[in-house]
């Protein structure tokens, strides 16, 4: 079974500073791993995607994740965080075979402060 | 420009009826999936098709039916609604190994 873990509930940091964002996962294959992130009263957005090649993924709105396959881990980061960036962010995964369905973690709430 | 729309936005049902939740796409994907999302868990997946007139259950299927109508249309329904089915019902489509785009949810209350 695929699982993804999301250590922190809430991260807090000052507007410019850089931001991290820590996730961690166990599957079985070769992992698929997404960053999406939710903003109140609506959808999932996608950020951005690993899914092979280079291990330094850049997304959207200036968020990047490093996959390290050692580590089982994909951190989302962002050099200098905006205070629009605050939002809830969820990390997931899915393997290259079968249902392809998304496990996701329990979320990371961003709060960035002016 | 619509994506993924899912309809009702809101309702509220008593203990014991039913209640059918739409979502329809129009990115001619093939894939379509159907999540929860309670506090603290994340989203967890109740039911997926794979293509039109494939159905298979997800992490949390139980008191959950759905029927893929077509390749834009896949719908959740709950045939007797209970309190524990208070949630923020999530729809998404995607294709193979690429992103799921996800409607702006249903935030469903169980009295």
């Known amino acids: 079974a695929q699982s993804v873990a999301q250590p922190e509930d809430q991260v807090n940091v000052a507007e410019g500073n850089p931001l991290t964002v820590k996730c961690t996962y166990s599957?079985?294959?070769?992992?698929?791993l997404f960053w999406y992130v939710q903003y109140p009263n609506r959808g999932l957005q996608f950020l951005l995607k690993y899914i092979t090649g280079d291990n330094l993924v850049k997304g959207s709105y200036g968020f990047e994740a490093e996959f390290n396959k050692s580590q089982t881990s994909f951190h989302l980061k962002k050099p200098s965080a905006l205070v629009s960036d605050s939002a809830l962010y969820f990390c997931a995964v899915s393997v290259d075979t079968g249902r392809r369905a998304l496990t996701f973690g329990s979320g990371t709430r961003l709060q960035v402060q002016p | 420009n619509a994506g993924v729309t899912q309809t009702p936005k809101f309702q509220v049902l008593k203990t014991g009826q039913s209640m059918t939740l739409q979502c329809a796409q129009d990115m001619n994907h093939n894939s379509m999936y159907w999540y929860r999302q309670d506090p603290g868990m994340g989203l967890r997946l109740i039911y997926y098709?794979?293509?039109?007139?494939?159905?298979d259950k997800g992490e949390v299927p139980n008191g959950y039916n759905v029927s893929r109508l077509n390749k834009r249309e896949f719908s959740l329904r709950l045939e007797s609604a209970a309190p524990s089915q208070t949630s923020v019902y999530f729809c998404a489509s995607s294709t193979p190994n690429q992103p799921q785009h996800f409607g702006d949810g249903t935030r469903l209350s169980i009295l």
């Open positions: 098709s794979a293509s039109e007139g494939t159905t």
């Open positions: 599957v079985s294959g070769n992992p698929y």
